[in-house]
């Protein structure tokens, strides 16, 4: 069995995992480099760092074919801790943020992503689909015909050539026409090299040079602990992406402990944290990736192409890769969610849009999914609210009143529940039958003992019968009108 999973992560598509990582590989430079510059860092702490994380989490990580390197969600989290501390403070952030994110592993804190709503992936997707196309907008404004031409012409040949051939991936194509087409010609367009310098060795394994004292853990802690919640955060939801693209199962915990100690490894190699990257992943996906072995390969190769590579990979243009962003942006997007806005229940797509708003505007991706998470449970809970009723007869010649309840009981219908009551009945008995119901939490048990205590208050006593064990459990550790001491003093109600 365990034979059977090696291969299929690992030599299943040597083919189309070697060249997607190729692929995946070039596209990483720009963005490591711009990710660093946001940081306030020198351009190679986020190229060792996408090589790091991407050669451990090849084998540590729970998502074959999804692709971790630096990332601007998590270098936006860095800026104040370098601006005020500087670059080593950063790196031992990193290794207290593959702790935490290993720690999160081990509580399997993974299995919560099944609370998050198809309609909040889908607000993700949509947010990070905008992010990736507003990212090329500065390549785009104020340059010349050339660049748009450039432009032009690599996403023709990315559209294009897959109906002649899918041998070699069409981004790959095109970046390397592209680039030939630019030093052939000369042409006077921003490349590569341009985005900042290219480092020129090899990483090497440093500790931190800070104090091991309680001063620097409270300097850190805090920026350690929202990298490690904004890393596991993205990556969790791209791992999601690449489910449903790929059509495959992903172990979310191992991948919570998987990017710990891709972190851990870059914070020791002088790089920054960071997570997975949807752009990269779903290029790997698009190019055939589908193995470890993609990532592993984007992770070499990156570093081969960074420093042994260097003088040639400076004169790739970035119309290239704005063009290879561009097509990650378009399939990235999920058109058919714009389509059904008006057949999909309206609660669904306004958590949808709310969370496509809120991550575009703060560029906060944990921000947006919040919202969207906290929104989905909102309107959850007024839904089951509604399919709460409480139904009464009259037996024994009108002095017995029977109610009859039916659905949840919880904070969102305890009110209704206790409303449902006449209180000023002449009655001299009462049942509640709540064999159809359930109590969910302290509310529903204060609302239940509101109910007796009013009851009996006017000396009528009050039957409870059908309580499945779980609501009786709750009641009778928390209610107090079953209680010896309990009164019919309603005056703290």
Not at 214 to 242: C, F, H, K
Not at 381 to 397: C, G, W
Not at 422 to 450: C, G, P, Q, Y
Request: proline share 4%; aromatic share 8%; charged share 15%.
């Amino acid at each position: 069995m365990l034979t059977k999973s090696i291969h299929q992560d690992w030599f299943s598509n040597i083919r189309g995992d070697l060249l997607s990582g190729l692929v995946v590989a070039l596209a990483l430079i720009p963005e490591a480099i711009a990710f660093s510059i946001i940081a306030g860092v020198d351009p190679k702490v986020g190229l060792y760092a996408s090589f790091c994380i991407a050669v451990v989490i090849a084998f540590a990580g729970g998502r074959p074919g999804m692709i971790s390197a630096a990332t601007g969600a998590m270098a936006l989290v860095m800026v104040t801790l370098v601006k005020e501390h500087g670059l080593e403070y950063l790196l031992a952030a990193t290794l207290l943020t593959g702790v935490l994110q290993i720690v999160a592993g081990a509580l399997k804190l993974g299995n919560l992503m099944r609370f998050v709503s198809r309609s909040v992936v889908t607000g993700f997707v949509n947010a990070l689909a905008i992010l990736i196309f507003m990212a090329q907008l500065p390549e785009l404004i104020n340059v010349t015909w050339v660049v748009y031409a450039m432009t032009a012409a690599g996403l023709g040949i990315i559209y294009l050539l897959p109906r002649f051939t899918k041998a070699v991936p069409s981004p790959l194509v095109c970046i390397v026409l592209l680039t030939a087409v630019a030093i052939a010609l000369d042409l006077d367009i921003r490349t590569v090299g341009d985005m900042g310098e290219l480092p020129d060795s090899l990483p090497v394994f440093l500790l931190p040079d800070v104090p091991l004292n309680w001063d620097t853990l409270a300097i850190i802690l805090p920026y350690s602990l929202t990298l490690a919640v904004v890393g596991l955060l993205e990556s969790m939801m791209t791992a999601t992406i690449v489910d449903d693209l790929t059509d495959t199962p992903s172990n979310k915990n191992r991948e919570c402990a998987g990017q710990g100690i891709a972190n851990i490894a870059a914070g020791f190699m002088g790089g920054m944290a960071g997570c997975a990257m949807i752009g990269q992943s779903v290029i790997n996906v698009k190019s055939g990736g589908r193995g470890r072995l993609s990532t592993l390969t984007a992770g070499i190769v990156l570093l081969i192409l960074v420093v042994f590579l260097g003088p040639w990979v400076k004169q790739i243009p970035m119309a290239a890769l704005v063009a290879v962003m561009i097509m990650v942006s378009i399939g990235t997007f999920s058109w058919e969610s714009v389509r059904n806005l008006r057949s999909h229940p309206k609660s669904s797509s306004i958590v949808m849009v709310s969370t496509v708003i809120v991550v575009v505007i703060t560029h906060d991706l944990a921000k947006g999914v919040f919202v969207g998470v906290l929104l989905s449970a909102l309107f959850f809970a007024a839904k089951v609210s509604r399919l709460f009723q409480v139904k009464s007869e009259l037996l024994d010649d009108g002095k017995h009143r029977h109610y009859i309840v039916s659905g949840q009981v919880f904070f969102a219908s305890a009110n209704r529940f206790v409303a449902a009551f006449d209180f000023n009945e002449a009655l001299e008995r009462v049942t509640l039958d709540v064999s159809r119901a359930h109590f969910w939490d302290i509310t529903a048990i204060e609302a239940l003992d509101k109910i007796v205590l009013k009851f009996r208050r006017d000396a009528t006593p009050v039957e409870i019968v059908g309580l499945n064990e779980a609501s009786a459990t709750l009641i009778d550790r928390y209610a107090v009108h079953d209680k010896p001491t309990a009164t019919p003093d309603l005056t703290a109600h």
